[in-house]
C-alpha cells in the first residue's frame, strides 16, 4: 500500500463501517426457514383455503360480468339481470369473508413463526460463551436478533401463501381467456411477457436503490447519535466548521441516493400504467376485428378487460416474493450461522445439582488457553479453606481473571482439574454452580428497573426488608435514601445517574443478598471520592467475611488483610504467602508495593 | 395555513416552483385518467354497437397516446413533489445540525439522546413526507372526485348519484380505520421499542447475568415481551383484516348497483353500453385515494406535530455566542474570578468565588461529587456563564472573548473521555484536523499513549469508538489527554481526568503531565491527594463555596477538611508501615511531608 493512502485513512474525519449485505440464493437455507411454518399445519390450511377462495373469485367475477352484458343487458332480460347480479353479490359475499380470513390466518402464521424463531435465537444466543460476546459489539448481536429476525416477516406472513396461490391464480386466468377465446387471448397475453421482466427486474433494481439509501440513513444516525453524545468535546475544541462540511457532504450523498431510489420507484406504476394501455390496444383492436367477425360478444371483450387487469397483481406479488426470498436468503444466513455456534461449556445430560457446598476450592495442575500455543494459565495450583480470603495479585493479563473465569466456569480447563469441596465442577450443572458463587465485577451492570429491583437480582424470593438490610450490610442504604423515591428510584440508560461508586456499592448488596458461599470480587481500579472509598473499605470488610472470597485486588488494604496472597506473573503463579512473609521476601510482590509506594510519595 | 408551516417557511420558500411545478402537472394527470374511460365509452358506443369501425384505429392511438402522455406527467408531478421536500429537508437537516453544534452546554443537560434522535429522523421525515405527496395526495383527491363526478353526470346522472352515494361511506371508512391503525402502530413501536431495549440490557449485561446463573429469567422477561409484540402485531392485523375487505366489498357493491342501475337504463335505452363500461372503470379510478383519506388527513395533522417539534430545536435560544469578540493572540492565561454566583433555576452551584491564577500556575479542585468544582473549570471555556461576577482571562472577561479564539486556548479532559469513531489520530487531532503525524505522535507520547498505541496492529490508524474496537478506560483517557495537548493550550482542564486508570498508569501520567503543564496555567481536578499535592494552589470545594485554599503544606497544617481526607486516604499506609517495619522503607521525603 502506497503511504498517501496509509495518510488518507489515517485523516478520516468520521469512520461509520456498513455491514454491505450479500445477496445469495440459498435453497437449503430457505427450506430450513421454511420448517418453522410446519409448527402450525392447520393454520397454513385455513389461510391456504381462503386464499384459494379470494382467487377463485378473481376468476370467476369477470366472466359473471360479461355475462350480464350479453345475456341480460344485450338482450334486455330483466330477469337475468337480477339473478346475475345476485350471483355477483354473492361472489362478493364470499370474497368478503374469504379475505378477511386470509388476512388473519397469515399474520397469524407469520406472527407465530417470528416469535417462535426469535424465542429460539435468543435463548440459544444467552447460553454462548462469554468469548461469542467478547468478540463482537453489542450492536451487532441485536441486529441479528431483532432485524433479521423481523426481515423474514413479509416472507412468512404473506410471500410463501400468496405465491402459491398467485401461481394459480395465473394458471387459472390463462385458462379461462384460452377456453373463452384462443386466439384473442394469445394476442392480448403478447404483454404478460413484459409484465414478469418488469415484475422481476424493476423491483430488484428499486429494492437495491433503496437498500443503498438505508445504509446511507443508518450511516448519517450514527454520526448524528455520536454528535450528540460528543457534543461537548466538538464545542470545547471548536470542531463546528469541520463537522459541518462533513455533514453536509454526508447529506447531499443521501439526498442524491434518496432522489435516485425516488426516480426508480415513481417509473414504476407509469410503466405498469403504459403495459396495462398496449394489452388493452391489443385487446380491442383485434378483439373488434374478432367482434365483427361474430367470434366474441360485447361481454366478452368486457371479461378479458377485467381478467386482463387481474394479470397484474399475481405478477407484481410474484416480484416481491422473489424480493422477499433474497432478504430471506442473507438474513437466515446470519440467523443460521448465530443458531450453529455450540456453546463452549456444557453440561453433562446427566450431570446433577451441585448440593449445598462449603466452599473448599481447589486448583490442581490447571492449564488454560484462549488460543491454541499461548497458554493463559500453566500448572497453576493451589488450595482455599472455607472462609479464606485470597488475593490475586499481578499485571494485566498475568492470568488473574483467567482463574475467575474458569472458577466460575466460564470456561473449562485444558488441562487440570477444579474442585469445588472435591467436587470436579465439570461434572455437575453449571446453573447450580454458579448460584452458589456471587461475583462483583468491575464496572457494575444495572439493569433498567427501581433499585430494589436491582439489589434483588441475585436472589428474587427476597423481601424488601432483606433488601433494605443488604443495602445497610454494605453502607448503601444511606444514598439510596437520599434518592427522589429511595429505593423505589428508577435507574435508566445503565444506571448513568449514579457515579461509579454507588454503582460498586450497589453490587455489593446485591452480592451479599444473593449470599454465596464463594465470592469473587473484581475491584474497580477507578478513584472513587474518598468519602464513598471509605464506604466501599468498609463494606467490603462485611463483603468478605464468613465466606470463600477470590480478589483481583488494586487496594493494599484489601490485599494485606487476604489469607493468602497468590503472585501472578505470565501465567503461573510465581509467590505466594501472606503480605508479611511476601514483603520479606523481597520479590514480585515487595516491587509491585513498591511501585504504588513511589507514586503516593 | 397552519403556524408551524409559517414558521419553516424560510426552508421550503426557496424551492416552492417545484411544486407549483408539480401541481401544474398534477392537474394534467388526473385529468388524462379520465381520458381512458371516456375513450373505452367512445369504443363502446362508437365502434362495437354504431360499427363505425373507421373510428377504431385513431381511439386505440388515443388510448397509447393518454397513457404515454399520462404516464410522463405522473412520473413529472411525482418526482418534482419529491425534490420539492428532499431539498427542503436537505436545507433543514443542515440547519438542525448547524444549530446543535451551537447549543449550550445546559441545553444538552436537559435532553434526550433518544428524543432528539427521533425528532432528527422521524420529524423531519413526517414533515419532508408532507411536502413530497402530502400535498399532491390532497389536492389530487379534491380533483379527483371534482372531475369525476363533473364527467358522470355529464354521462347519466342516475348511476352518478349511486357513486355519490358510495363517496362518503369510503371516506367514513378510511377516516376510521387510519385512526385505528395509527393506534395499532403507535403500539407496535412501542412494544418493540421495549423488546429491544430487553434484548439490548441482556447482551449488555449478559456477565452478569451469567454469574448470577439468570438465563431464565431473562428468558422470561424476553418471552413475556416477545409475546406483547406478537399481540401488538396481531391487533394491527384485526384491523387491517376489515379495511381492505371493507374497502373491497363498498366497490364491489358499486359494481352491482351500477350494473344493475345502469343495466336497467341501457335496456330501456336511457343509456348507452359504453356509458355503463365507462362507469365501471371510474369506479376503480376513485376507490383507493377515497379509501386513503384518512392517511392523508393524518398525514396533514403529524407533518404539523412534528413541524412544531423541530422548530422547538431551530428557535431555542443560545445564550453562549461573541457578536464582536475580541481575539488576543497569544493568551497569556492569566485567570481571575470575581464574586462569581452559579445558579442552576433555583439552586445556587457555586457562591462568591474569587480566584485569582497567575500565568502558568498550577490550580488543584477537590471535593465532593456535586460540591461545584466541574461547574467551575466550565466557565473559563463558557461552557456555563456565570450568573453574577465575572470570569477574566488576560484582564478580559470571557464573554467578550472571541468564543472560538477562547476555546482553541482552552482545552478541556472531561471525566468521562469520548472517542469518535474514526482512527486514532483523528481522536487525537480532533481539534487541529491539519497535525502532522509527527505533532500526533508528540502529543501521544506525552500523554504516555504512544506505547500502547504503536504496538496495536493498525496504529494511529486503529478505528476506535463505540463500533471499533474496545480500549480499556485508562486508554480512552490517555487518548483523551493527547488530544488536549495537542491543542498546545494555554489554559489546559483535566476535569478528573484520571479517575479511569489504576495507580500505577495514574503514575506514569503525572510524571508526562509534569513536562506538558509546564508555561501553562492548568486545573487538575482530583480524588487523589497524591495527583493534587504538587498543585500551587488547592481549593477545596464543598457545596459551592471555596472552604480552603493554599498549599498542600499549608492546608495539612490547618487540620481541617483537607487534613481529614489526608488521614483518610493515608491511614492505611501507616498501619501498613508498621506491620513491616523495616522490611520497605518508603523513598525518601516519606508521605506524610
Given amino acids: 500500500m502506497c503511504k498517501s493512502d496509509v495518510q488518507a485513512d489515517l485523516r478520516a474525519p468520521f469512520v461509520y463501517r456498513e455491514d454491505e449485505r450479500i445477496e445469495k440464493f440459498d435453497w437449503g437455507q430457505i427450506r430450513r426457514l421454511l420448517g418453522y411454518m410446519l409448527a402450525y399445519p392447520k393454520v397454513i390450511v385455513f389461510a391456504f383455503t381462503a386464499t384459494c377462495a379470494t382467487a377463485l373469485v378473481t376468476l370467476a367475477a369477470p366472466y359473471v360480468v360479461g355475462r350480464v352484458i350479453d345475456s341480460a343487458i344485450a338482450t334486455g332480460h330483466t330477469g337475468r339481470l337480477i339473478t346475475y347480479c345476485g350471483v355477483l353479490l354473492a361472489l362478493y359475499a364470499v370474497n368478503f369473508y374469504a379475505s378477511n380470513r386470509r388476512i388473519y390466518y397469515t399474520n397469524l402464521l407469520g406472527q407465530n413463526v417470528i416469535r417462535d424463531l426469535r424465542r429460539q435465537l435468543f435463548s440459544h444466543v444467552q447460553k454462548l460463551s462469554l468469548t461469542f460476546f467478547d468478540n463482537r459489539p453489542a450492536g451487532s448481536v441485536l441486529v441479528r436478533i431483532m432485524n433479521d429476525v423481523n426481515s423474514l416477516q413479509d416472507l412468512f406472513t404473506n410471500g410463501v401463501i400468496n405465491s402459491i396461490t398467485n401461481m394459480f391464480t395465473l394458471v387459472g386466468i390463462i385458462v379461462i381467456m384460452f377456453s373463452l377465446n384462443a386466439r384473442l387471448a394469445l394476442v392480448t397475453m403478447v404483454v404478460v411477457p413484459f409484465m414478469f421482466l418488469l415484475s422481476l427486474r424493476l423491483t430488484v433494481n428499486i429494492r437495491r436503490a433503496w437498500q443503498q439509501v438505508r445504509l446511507r440513513t443508518s450511516k448519517m444516525n450514527a454520526h448524528l447519535a455520536e454528535s450528540i453524545q460528543g457534543m461537548r468535546v466538538t464545542e470545547a475544541y471548536a470542531r463546528q466548521d469541520e463537522n459541518q462540511a462533513f455533514f453536509e457532504d454526508m447529506n447531499r450523498d443521501y439526498m442524491r441516493m434518496f432522489l435516485r431510489a425516488q426516480r426508480r420507484s415513481i417509473v414504476f406504476s407509469p410503466l405498469v400504467d403504459l403495459t396495462g394501455a398496449v394489452g388493452s390496444a391489443l385487446l380491442f383492436g383485434y378483439g373488434v376485428h374478432l367482434l365483427t367477425a361474430g367470434e366474441v360478444t360485447v361481454g366478452l371483450l368486457v371479461s378479458f378487460a377485467n381478467y386482463l387487469g387481474n394479470f397484474w397483481t399475481p405478477i407484481a406479488q410474484l416480484g416481491q416474493v422473489y424480493n422477499q426470498l433474497l432478504v430471506a436468503s442473507a438474513s437466515s444466513e446470519r440467523i443460521f450461522q448465530y443458531l450453529d455456534t455450540q456453546p463452549i461449556v456444557q453440561d453433562a445430560v446427566d450431570a446433577p445439582a451441585l448440593p449445598a457446598i462449603e466452599g473448599r476450592v481447589e486448583f490442581v495442575d490447571v492449564e488454560f488457553e484462549y488460543e491454541p500455543g499461548r497458554k493463559a494459565l ?167 467475611s464468613g465466606r470463600t472470597a477470590f480478589v483481583v485486588a488494586h487496594r493494599l488494604s484489601t490485599i494485606r488483610e487476604a489469607d493468602q496472597i497468590l503472585v501472578f506473573d505470565h501465567g503461573q503463579i510465581v509467590e505466594r504467602g501472606t503480605h508479611t512473609e511476601l514483603m520479606a521476601e523481597r520479590g514480585h510482590y515487595y516491587h509491585l508495593v513498591e511501585a504504588q509506594y513511589r507514586f503516593l510519595a | ?240 383484516k376489515w379495511f381492505f375487505p371493507v374497502v373491497g366489498i363498498t366497490g364491489n357493491v358499486g359494481i352491482v348497483l351500477i350494473l344493475l342501475v345502469g343495466g336497467w337504463l341501457v335496456m330501456h335505452q336511457h343509456m348507452e353500453l359504453g356509458d355503463l363500461v365507462a362507469f365501471l372503470s371510474v369506479l376503480w379510478y376513485i376507490l383507493w385515494p377515497l379509501a386513503d383519506l384518512g392517511f392523508y388527513l393524518n398525514n396533514w395533522t403529524q407533518a404539523r406535530a412534528a413541524g412544531g417539534r423541530l422548530l422547538e430545536i431551530l428557535e431555542a435560544p443560545v445564550d453562549i455566542t461573541t457578536q464582536n469578540g475580541v481575539h488576543r493572540s497569544p493568551m497569556r492565561g492569566c485567570v481571575c474570578l470575581e464574586h462569581v454566583n452559579v445558579d442552576y433555576g433555583e439552586n445556587r452551584v457555586l457562591e462568591d468565588i474569587n480566584l485569582e491564577v497567575a500565568p502558568g500556575e498550577t490550580v488543584a479542585l477537590m471535593g465532593l461529587t456535586g460540591s461545584g468544582k466541574s461547574t467551575l473549570v466550565n466557565l473559563l471555556p463558557r461552557f456555563y456563564d456565570v450568573s453574577s461576577g465575572r470570569v477574566l482571562v488576560d484582564g478580559m472577561d470571557v464573554r467578550q472573548w472571541d468564543l472560538e479564539a477562547l476555546r482553541r486556548n482552552v482545552a478541556v479532559v472531561f471525566q468521562e473521555p469520548f472517542l469518535f469513531s474514526t482512527t486514532i489520530f483523528s481522536n487525537i487531532a480532533y481539534g487541529r484536523p491539519d497535525a502532522t503525524l509527527e505533532e500526533v505522535r508528540r502529543a501521544a507520547r506525552m500523554a504516555d499513549a504512544a506505547e500502547f498505541i504503536e504496538q496495536l496492529p493498525d496504529g494511529y490508524a486503529t478505528i476506535v469508538g463505540e463500533r471499533g474496537m474496545g480500549l480499556s478506560g485508562g486508554q480512552k483517557q490517555r487518548i483523551a489527554l493527547a488530544r488536549a495537548i495537542l491543542q498546545d493550550p494555554s489554559i489546559l482542564i483535566l476535569d478528573d481526568a484520571t479517575s479511569a486508570v489504576d495507580m500505577e498508569t495514574e503514575y506514569q501520567i503525572q510524571q508526562a503531565l509534569q513536562e506538558v503543564m509546564r508555561g501553562r496555567t492548568t486545573f487538575i481536578i482530583a480524588h487523589r491527594i497524591s495527583t493534587l499535592k504538587r498543585a500551587d494552589k488547592i481549593l477545596v470545594i464543598d457545596h459551592g463555596r471555596i472552604v480552603e485554599r493554599g498549599t498542600h503544606k499549608e492546608l495539612l497544617a490547618r487540620q481541617g477538611l483537607y487534613r481529614r481526607i489526608f488521614d483518610m486516604q493515608f491511614r492505611d499506609y501507616d498501619t501498613h508501615l508498621a506491620a513491616v517495619a523495616g522490611g520497605f522503607s518508603p523513598p525518601k521525603g516519606g508521605h506524610h511531608v
Fill in chain 2, 1 to 240: 395555513m397552519a403556524g408551524e408551516f409559517r414558521r419553516l417557511s424560510d426552508f421550503y420558500r426557496p424551492y416552492l416552483p417545484w411544486m407549483y411545478l408539480s401541481m401544474g402537472l398534477l392537474v394534467v394527470t388526473t385529468v388524462l385518467g379520465l381520458v381512458y374511460p371516456y375513450l373505452l365509452k367512445l369504443i363502446v358506443n362508437r365502434v362495437i354497437i354504431g360499427h363505425a369501425y373507421g373510428d377504431l384505429p385513431w381511439l386505440i392511438a388515443a388510448i397509447l397516446a393518454a397513457a404515454l402522455v399520462k404516464g410522463v406527467f405522473n412520473f413529472g408531478q411525482q418526482y418534482t413533489g419529491q425534490l420539492f421536500g428532499s431539498r427542503t429537508a436537505y436545507d433543514l437537516r443542515n440547519a438542525l445540525y448547524h444549530k446543535l453544534n451551537r447549543q449550550p452546554f445546559s441545553w444538552y443537560d436537559e435532553i434526550h439522546t433518544g428524543d432528539l434522535m427521533s425528532r432528527l429522523t422521524a420529524d423531519l421525515d413526517a414533515f419532508r413526507m408532507f411536502l413530497a405527496f402530502g400535498i399532491n395526495n390532497l389536492v389530487n383527491l379534491g380533483l379527483i372526485v371534482g372531475f369525476s363526478m363533473a364527467m358522470m353526470w355529464w354521462m347519466n346522472g342516475w348511476p352518478a348519484l349511486v357513486m355519490l352515494c358510495l363517496m362518503p361511506v369510503l371516506g367514513f371508512a378510511g377516516v376510521f380505520f387510519d385512526r385505528r391503525l395509527h393506534k395499532a402502530f403507535r403500539r407496535i413501536r412501542q412494544s418493540l421499542g421495549t423488546l429491544n431495549s430487553g434484548v439490548q440490557e441482556t447482551i449488555m449485561g449478559i456477565r452478569t447475568v451469567k454469574s448470577f446463573a439468570k438465563e431464565d429469567f431473562e428468558l422470561d422477561k424476553f418471552t413475556h415481551r416477545n409475546d406483547d409484540y406478537f399481540d401488538s402485531n396481531l391487533s394491527a392485523s384485526n384491523i387491517w
Fill in chain 1, 378 to 544: 500453566d500448572g497453576v495450583s493451589f488450595r482455599v479453606e472455607p472462609g479464606e480470603t485470597v488475593a490475586l495479585v499481578g499485571h494485566t493479563g498475568a492470568g488473574k481473571s483467567t482463574v475467575i473465569n474458569l472458577l466460575s466456569r466460564f470456561y473449562d480447563p485444558t488441562a487440570g482439574v477444579i474442585r469445588i469441596d472435591g467436587q470436579d465442577i465439570r461434572t455437575v450443572q453449571t446453573d447450580s454452580l454458579r448460584q452458589q458463587i456471587g461475583i462483583v465485577l468491575q464496572d457494575t451492570f444495572i439493569f433498567s428497573g427501581t433499585i430494589m429491583d436491582n439489589i434483588r437480582y441475585g436472589n428474587p424470593s427476597a423481601s424488601d426488608e432483606d433488601v433494605i438490610a443488604a443495602a445497610c450490610a454494605v453502607y448503601a442504604d444511606e444514598f439510596i435514601r437520599q434518592m427522589e423515591n429511595g429505593y423505589h428510584t428508577e435507574v435508566r440508560e445503565r444506571g448513568s445517574r449514579l457515579s461509579m461508586g454507588q454503582r460498586q456499592l450497589i453490587s455489593f448488596a446485591r452480592a451479599i443478598l444473593a449470599d454465596p458461599k464463594i465470592l469473587i470480587l473484581d475491584e474497580a481500579t477507578a478513584s472513587i471520592d474518598t468519602y464513598t472509598e471509605h464506604l466501599i473499605q468498609k463494606a467490603l470488610e462485611v463483603l468478605l
